[in-house]
């Protein structure tokens, strides 16, 4: 089992910076468990989508609508990882959720945070 967290979201100005942070937790929460830690967004109306990932080994990938603007990172001590956004655009607004996906197929999300970029 592991309980995802996360925290960050909010109202910016376009052109602003967020920082999401989602923290991991339970009994399956290990390094050599998780396969990929994972940010999607769902805008009003539309499905929702992958924003960045980060595999075990590092490796990471981004929509292209968010390269050279997002960062996807990890912090295995704190069982944490990250999004840092910048440049923000009134597309960017979403409900942000982070998703852990384990190495034997089971994956879990977080209860989302909202992020509102203003024009």
């Known amino acids: 089992q592991v309980q995802l967290v996360e925290s960050g979201g909010g109202l910016v100005q376009a052109g602003g910076s967020l920082s999401l942070s989602c923290v991991a937790s339970?009994?399956?929460?290990?390094?050599?468990?998780?396969?990929?830690w994972a940010w999607y967004r769902q805008a009003p109306g539309k499905q929702r989508k992958l924003v960045a990932m980060i595999a075990s080994g590092m490796n990471t990938v981004y929509t292209d609508s968010v390269k050279g603007r997002f960062t996807i990172s990890r912090d295995n001590a704190k069982n944490t990882f990250y999004l840092e956004m910048k440049s923000l655009k009134p597309e960017d607004t979403a409900v942000y959720y982070c998703?852990?996906?384990?190495?034997?197929?089971?994956?879990?999300w977080g209860q989302g945070t909202q992020v509102t970029v203003s024009s």
């Open positions: 998703n852990t996906r384990l190495s034997w197929g089971p994956e879990y």
């Open positions: 339970g009994t399956d929460v290990r390094i050599n468990t998780i396969n990929t």
